[in-house]
């Protein structure tokens, strides 16, 4: 049997001291929001009780906030990182192609898809985001595309408050895209490849990064031009 286990865990102690922030910074942020409750697991050892964190998704995290918070405040914080945030963002097709956050390629498999709009919500642009990934990378191939795109059409609403992830595998040449809610471990025959895994949270704040620097580049463009 394969196994494709979640992120490994790091222990609360060893967080603090790897990162240097305080016991009080981390649950003073816990009660900003700004690292979510599940990531938070209460594990059973040997001394007892202990705390463990997603190790890659939290170390990430408290690296955003630590360059971030002098800048911004912990509310202004807890507005980027929360998952509805993204609901506001609308961008309309000129502006994917003149900010380089997706391909032409891309855009064009989308619309073939089925979509006539001219502006996307967050929803369409994480969906093609993801697309573009794998399209760049020579993982997938036109027809998985529909396959992938159609899994996040029929997910979208459901996945931002979860610690979900993505992934597409694939066995003798037949292929099956699908997401997995919360943190698990998925057992796979020795015949399975699994082609890519991408966190869908780290995906977002990868898709709002795009977006914000770019549309930070286009001020500074701007303003050369003035």
């Given amino acids: 049997m394969g ?53 890659v998704k939290i170390l990430k995290r408290v690296q955003s906030i630590s360059e ?35 391909s032409n390629a891309t855009l064009t ?7 006539v709009q001219h502006r996307f919500d967050f929803h369409d642009l994480l969906a093609m985001f993801f697309l573009d990934h794998m399209l760049k990378a020579g993982q997938m191939n036109r027809a998985e595309a529909n396959d992938l795109l159609n899994v996040l059409k029929e997910s979208s609403h459901k996945i931002y408050d979860k610690n979900s992830c993505l992934y597409f595998i694939r066995k003798m040449g ?16 020795d015949g399975v490849k699994v082609i890519d895994k991408q966190l869908i ?14 549309s930070r580049d286009e001020i500074s463009k701007e303003d050369v031009q003035s």
Avoid: H
């Avoid at 980027?80 to 380089?100: C, G």
């Avoid at 037949?174 to 025959?189: G, P, T």
């Fill in 174 to 189: 037949v292929s099956m895209v699908f997401i997995a809610a919360d943190d698990v471990a998925l057992y796979f025959d």
């Fill in 109 to 115: 498999i989308f619309k073939e898809f089925g979509s």
């Fill in 201 to 214: 949270s780290a995906g977002v704040e990868a898709l709002k990064a795009c977006i914000e620097k770019s």
């Fill in 3 to 55: 196994l494709y286990m979640e992120d490994e865990l790091i222990a609360k102690k060893d967080l603090l001291e790897m990162t240097g922030i305080s016991y009080g910074q981390l649950y003073r942020w816990k009660r900003k929001q700004l690292i979510p409750e599940a990531w938070f697991i209460r594990k059973a050892t040997f001394t007892g009780q202990e705390t463990f964190f997603p190790k």
């Fill in 68 to 102: 971030m918070k002098d800048t911004l405040s912990l509310d202004e914080l807890a507005e980027r990182f929360s998952p509805q945030s993204v609901t506001k963002i609308v961008l309309s097709e000129t502006e994917l192609l003149d900010r380089n956050i997706v």
